[in-house]
């Protein structure tokens, strides 16, 4: 299809797209994030420990992506945080599966749904995570531009985190806009829940991305986070960049 395309740099925000079958995609992504207080809440890093000082933090993840067959992907993620590597969960693996169950048709959008478990394979790691995550898109200008929405929720059940919210929800909506052929523009809203059960409130971010295709199979991507909130509830400012190579079709 046309407007049948994935997003693959360290965005949040994800198309309804899988990969193809046979291709496999391995994604180096480098993460720094300062917040206000430890933790991270609504932004890229789901919990650490820490005091409520500024903080700076940094990370890197290898992500692989499969296509096992049409409409059908697994997901291989492992994060490391750089520097403090003694925190709790530091190193955990994530399994995931995409499926999108019907292409986009008409006014129809394209619908997938994304599942994730953490195992706690990490460092003092505890308890096995669950989140669900649809995948909505739906083409605004054929060939260009893109809506997508992708609500989300979370079952916490390990002790990585002080205090976690055992229940948490969220959605991001976004756009993605074709500016070359090679180039893609990504923006989007994320609103996620109370992350513990101190917090005082949910959290409010946006992001800002981009797709380049250096060359065949191979990708640069580049995010920006901001968080709207303006206090210690959530990061203040963020951005990633990862390296992707891909092998297959």
Known sequence: MEDDWEIDGPVFLRAATPEPPGEVIIK??????????????????????????????????????????????????????????????????????????????????????????????????????????????????????????NPFAKSVNGNNEEDAEPFQYGAAVGVDHRLSDNLLFITDYIYHSEETEDAVRANHSAEFGLDWSLAEHQKLGLAFLVGLDGDTEGPEYGARVSYMISFGP
Do not use: C
């Open 28 to 149: 180096n992504i480098f993460a720094w994030e300062h917040s206000k207080k430890s933790g991270g809440g609504g932004g890229w890093f789901w919990g650490s420990d820490g005091d409520d000082d500024d903080r700076d933090e940094y990370e890197y993840e290898l992500e692989i992506e499969w296509g096992i067959v049409e409409n059908h992907e697994l997901i291989f993620e492992m994060p490391w945080q750089i520097g403090d590597g003694r925190v709790d969960g530091n190193g955990d693996l994530t399994l995931g599966w995409h499926w999108r169950l019907w292409q986009e048709e008409g006014n129809w959008p394209a619908f997938a749904l994304r599942n994730y478990v953490r195992l706690p394979s990490g460092v003092d790691s505890s308890g096995v995570d669950y989140e669900l995550r649809g995948l909505i898109t739906k083409t605004l200008v054929p060939g260009s531009t893109r809506l997508h929405i």
